[in-house]
């Protein structure tokens, strides 16, 4: 977004963060979505917390000794730069 105003990046983190809840229910329709880019309101419903982010996922315990042990066990790629497939819901 080359010159794109503070309000329109918070909105559309904010429009994105609503689109990634965890409960499937609680995300907007493609409709929704496209009303709330194209609105210049500035209240949006809080969103909850994001599918990808749950508690079961955080590692508790890390200390800085291990880690390095984590990180050195991690295999990169040449060039850092991983590879998604995308698979339809």
Known sequence: MKG???????????????????????RPAVSSVVLLVC???LS???P???????ESNCQSGVTES????????????ENNVS????YPR
């Open 4 to 26: 794109g105003s503070r309000h329109d990046i918070v909105k559309c983190i904010h429009i994105g963060l609503l689109c990634v809840q965890e409960k499937v229910a609680h």
């Open 39 to 41: 609105s210049s309101s």
């Open 44 to 46: 949006f419903q809080p």
């Open 48 to 54: 909850s917390r994001p599918a990808y982010f749950t």
């Open 66 to 77: 291990n880690l390095s042990q984590i990180s050195s066990s991690v295999v990169n790629s």
């Open 83 to 86: 590879i998604t497939e995308l």
